[in-house]
């Protein structure tokens, strides 16, 4: 056996590509855009992670599933750091991330987060409660925002109504 | 990239993470105590959301504080095993959610303060607090907004919201002075860019909070000759021990306990 780890980075980032967002399963960590860096030194490879939101519970799980991943391809140390310069923003998702949250009916965000409609904080209060997100369901824009504050962190939740349907919107940040 | 910090720099810093960290922990956990108690579904939701919000920048802050002090605490270590003399937040953030007025106008008057002093600190020399401050920032938007819509939403709502939510504020408004507070842990960092001057924010804070109270047809508070003071050299009021004795109770009785 050869000393050191023969992987190149864009393997590593083929491999991390199979660890899942454990609240977005149909999501992975590279194109959900959380990967910053992966620095390879022999039998250690150190990846640099950002959280989407400071308090996002699903990172713990995140670190333990890289350490578990790439220790199964032979490296001997894995460290995976928590960087917050330059904060995640969802223009970093992938164009087929956005397709697969759609699909999985949870509407994207928009391409561009300085493009995207802010959300209403107290939609119960508020005369205006519809903003152009599409549903996900039935494409239709007569949707309206039922709470600026889902599930998780990352979430709003809206209602369709031309399909009658609740859904989930990825917010914008 | 890390600059060198020296001793004096390096000490001041500690202190002040573990302020910035205080602050968001115990005001997180205050917030954690609404759920599942909120008014209605959504907003238990959304006040479940700021919580760990604010849990997020304290792991981040604490964690931080950790590697500065170098003597291998980590951010579990500084929230579950110090006592309450060692906490460095504001009274503030440490007083009972009270009713839902009391945690919609505390929510208001601290979360403006740390949206200004976020925004101050994503251009701090020390590059690692920037990076969490341009994060916190974002997140803290959402905070100001939601808890501004509250304040016209109880202040223009009816006699009893308006009620509720002006007793709150002339409550809170004696311990919003701790905020700005200038001592010399903060001018070391001053001098050396890390920190803002608090003096120069208040004003900014006060055109923001003033301008929202009178507008959501509230008065505000008359100064009160007493000043809350103390939280940022471990002086605390009692509602901390009882807060800690809470939030600690479960790694204290069993040290090495794992989910």
């Known amino acids: 056996m050869l000393s050191g780890n023969a992987m190149t980075t864009a393997e590593v980032l083929n491999v991390l590509a199979e660890v899942q967002d454990p609240e977005i399963p149909v999501l992975n960590i590279v194109e959900l855009g959380i990967v910053r860096h992966v620095h390879l030194e022999g039998d250690t490879v150190q990846v640099e992670i950002t959280p989407t939101y400071s308090g996002c519970p699903a990172i713990q799980a995140i670190e333990e599933a890289i350490v578990r991943i790439l220790q199964q391809q032979g490296f001997q140390q894995v460290i995976v750091r928590k960087v917050f310069q330059e904060p995640w923003t969802t223009d970093w998702m992938t164009e087929e991330a956005r397709n697969k949250l759609r699909a999985y009916g949870i509407a994207p965000p928009p391409a561009h987060a300085a493009t995207a409609p802010d959300?209403?904080?107290?939609?119960?209060?508020?005369?205006?409660?519809?903003?152009?997100?599409p549903c996900p369901f039935c494409n239709s824009e007569q949707t309206r925002q039922i709470s600026a504050f889902g599930a998780t962190a990352c979430k709003a939740l809206f209602f369709c109504e031309a399909c009658r349907q609740p859904f989930e919107y990825f917010k914008a940040t | 990239m890390e600059p060198t910090l020296e001793g004096t720099v390096r000490k001041a810093l500690f202190v002040y993470l573990l302020r910035l960290g205080d602050d968001a922990l115990i005001l997180g956990h205050r917030l954690s105590e609404w759920c599942g108690h909120g008014p209605y579904l959504e907003e238990d939701i959304a006040l479940a959301n700021l919580a760990l919000d604010y849990l997020g920048h304290a792991e981040a802050l604490l964690t931080l504080a950790g590697?500065?002090?170098?003597a291998g605490r980590t951010a579990d270590d500084l929230a579950f095993r110090r006592d309450v003399l060692e906490f460095y937040n504001v009274h503030l953030v440490e007083l009972p959610r009270g009713d839902f007025a009391f945690t919609i106008?505390?929510?208001?008057?601290?979360?403006?303060?740390?949206?200004?002093?976020?925004?101050?600190l994503r251009t701090s020399r020390f590059q690692p607090l920037a990076g969490i401050a341009a994060k916190a920032h974002k997140e803290l938007t959402y905070h100001v907004r939601h808890s501004r819509t509250w304040m016209h939403c109880l202040g223009e709502g009816t006699e009893e919201s308006h009620y509720r939510?002006?007793?709150?504020?002339?409550?809170?408004?004696?311990?919003t002075g701790e905020l700005f507070e200038v001592d010399d842990t903060l001018r070391v960092l001053m001098a050396s860019s890390i920190a803002p001057d608090m003096a120069a924010l208040y004003p900014q804070w006060k055109i923001q909070v003033e301008s929202v109270i009178q507008q959501a047809t509230l008065s505000i508070p008359e100064a009160s000759p007493y000043r809350a003071t103390g939280g940022r050299r471990g002086h605390h009021t009692e509602h901390l021990g009882h807060l800690l004795a809470e939030m600690q109770f479960l790694p204290r009785a069993y040290p090495d306990a794992k989910w």
């Open chain 2, 67 to 70: 590697e500065i002090e170098g």
């Open chain 2, 165 to 175: 939510l002006q007793r709150a504020l002339n409550v809170l408004w004696e311990y």
């Open chain 2, 105 to 120: 106008a505390r929510q208001f008057l601290f979360s403006v303060y740390a949206h200004l002093l976020f925004a101050a």
């Open chain 1, 119 to 133: 959300l209403i904080p107290l939609p119960v209060f508020s005369s205006v409660q519809t903003l152009p997100i």
